[in-house]
């Protein structure tokens, strides 16, 4: 078999597995909501999940265009299928780690960073596109403020029209929206997260020399959704007890304004070709709501221990990726 040929295989395959792992560790954040308030059954949760997500997939390609050029250059980075294989290995490492001990990392912050420390590791600090990384970068960091922001105000207007509203009547009808906006939460997490193995694999593509556009082509697509989709039936239990319930005790009320809030944010994400982390956004969204609701509500050491995760994850993404591509170089 043709080395080069036999690496992109690789790397595609590692790159399904990411997405498969992208599946049940961040997808039930998307579900978290709606299964603490029982609005859905986890079982249903998830087949519903599982489908939303790849609709979302195979809907946009945006984000995974400018994870393929927008933080290093496939084509000219020395050893790039090294690169794009110990940054995916990095990335899955990372992921199972966080996934095990049930605390909702970014897959986001992960692979970026997983990256840019395998391309530092081939081709120095230049071997960076600057301009797009720090973009990336601050859509990563905006986006869970804004979220916090948004739930706060969400629920604040949601708490001002229905005030003189009968409590038990209320969150029955909550409840039942609450399926329709899981759902949402489902698709545009499709449309952002399965972009990001896409566009991992149209770089490996590209680098390899069997491509030369950015385009993701039609195969990339369904093969991301579909691993995406089979790695969300199979549920991330873990996450969903920390994301639905270690917060805040979620209503549904406040599940539904949280998860309105995020699937904004989420969504003019994707429409801006940014991509950004769903399990920052959809926690920072329910802490915004909880601190409407009320501030002593909200289990702040429980975000604070995600915060501190969400911070050291780039680096130590980066480090391991990097020392991945040194043992990777010896052998490839």
């Known amino acids: 078999m043709d080395h080069m040929f036999f690496v992109t295989v690789l790397i595609v395959a590692?790159?399904?597995i990411f997405d498969l792992i992208n599946g049940f560790h961040d997808t039930a954040n998307a579900i978290a909501t709606s299964v603490s308030t029982k609005a859905l059954k986890p079982k249903h949760a998830?087949?519903?999940a599982a489908i939303m997500n790849f609709l979302g997939a195979i809907s946009f390609t945006g984000v995974a265009k400018t994870i393929t050029k927008g933080i290093v250059d496939p084509i000219t980075l020395p050893k790039g299928e090294v690169v794009i294989l110990a940054a995916l290995i990095s990335a899955i490492i990372w992921n199972l780690v966080t996934w095990y001990f049930g605390i909702p990392s970014s897959s986001s912050h992960a692979l970026i960073g997983a990256i840019a420390g395998a391309a530092i590791a081939s081709a120095g600090f230049n071997a960076i596109k600057y301009s797009g990384f720090v973009m990336i970068i601050i859509?990563?960091?905006a986006s869970p403020i804004i979220a916090f922001i948004v739930g706060y105000l969400v629920y604040t207007l949601i708490k001002t029209i229905f005030k003189n509203a009968n409590l038990s009547k209320a969150n029955t009808r909550f409840r039942l929206f609450q399926i329709l906006t899981a759902a949402l939460q489902s698709?545009?997490?499709?449309?952002n997260d399965a972009q990001k193995a896409m566009g991992i694999i149209t770089m490996a593509l590209i680098a390899n020399g069997y491509q030369t556009g950015d385009d993701v082509q039609?195969?990339?697509q369904v093969?991301?959704?579909?691993?995406?989709a089979i790695g969300t039936s199979v549920g991330g239990w873990r996450i969903i007890k920390t994301v639905g319930g270690k917060i805040m005790k979620i209503k549904p009320v406040s599940g539904v304004a949280a998860d309105v809030s995020s699937v904004m944010i989420i969504f003019s994400a994707t429409l801006f070709h940014l991509p950004v982390s769903t399990t920052h956004v959809i926690s920072s969204a329910i802490m915004g709501v909880g601190a409407s609701h009320r501030i002593k509500?909200?289990?702040w050491d429980t975000g604070q221990r995600m915060l501190f995760t969400w911070v050291i994850t780039l680096p130590i993404s980066a480090v391991i990726s990097a020392i991945i591509f040194t043992i990777l170089g010896i052998f490839i």
């Open 14 to 16: 590692a790159a399904l």
């Open 187 to 191: 698709y545009t997490h499709g449309t």
């Open 139 to 141: 859509g990563l960091i």
């Open 218 to 220: 039609r195969w990339v």
């Open 223 to 228: 093969a991301c959704a579909t691993a995406m």
């Open 297 to 299: 509500g909200v289990k």
């Open 46 to 48: 998830i087949m519903m």
